[in-house]
């Protein structure tokens, strides 16, 4: 269900006491396409999965890593200590990635299932109600070795969740806060 024009409205306006600095139109772009790359990240280690690809699986992790460092950094929060949760978890999942990956999706995963959390509850956006509990049985199932088809295939529904939730918010208008 597409958010009402009210309902946007209320969702871009801080509540009383909360200053918020300037977010341009650029600044919504930014993150909306933020967004996209992780899903097409999470496509790519999807596929690296099914192929036996570990060159692509790992390049798949990195580029929804950078994606959800970078929709960290422009997402629109009001509550200041929410944006910097999201944001260490976002960079903890990247310097992580690094050195530890299968460790590092976690903090990745968690710090994009807020994101997707708040995407629902502003805008009633349905993968966004999803994306965060099959993040988290996702997460869980990593620490099971050998069920590598079982995971790919958690890996293919949270791609798709995570285009769906990356198209359903570029149809909106842009935001700007000004």
């Known amino acids: 269900m597409k958010p009402t024009k009210k309902e946007m409205v209320q969702h ?3 509540p009383p006491g909360v200053k918020m600095p300037p977010y341009p139109k650029t600044r919504d772009q930014w993150y909306r396409w933020s967004l996209v790359f992780y899903a097409l990240g999470v496509s790519l280690h999807a596929l ?3 192929m036996s690809s570990q060159p692509l699986a790992v390049a798949g992790q990195g580029i929804a890593a950078l994606a959800v460092v970078s929709a960290s950094v ?4 009001w509550i200041a200590r929410w944006h910097h949760i999201v944001r260490g978890l976002a960079l903890i999942g990247l310097l992580l990635w690094i050195v530890w990956p299968v460790g ?3 903090f990745t995963l968690a710090s994009a299932a807020i994101m997707a959390a708040k995407e629902a509850h502003c805008f009633h956006f349905w993968p966004g109600r999803i994306l965060p509990w099959w993040s988290l049985a996702l997460a869980l199932s990593l620490w099971i070795p050998g069920l590598r088809f079982i995971h790919a295939a958690f890996w293919v529904v949270l791609a ?4 769906w939730l990356g198209m359903d918010r570029r149809r909106l208008p842009l935001f700007e806060l000004g």
């Open 104 to 106: 590092a999706w976690d």
């Open 74 to 77: 422009t997402f629109l929060v």
């Open 48 to 50: 690296g999965l099914l």
């Open 12 to 14: 871009l306006t801080p």
């Open 160 to 163: 798709l969740l995570a285009w």
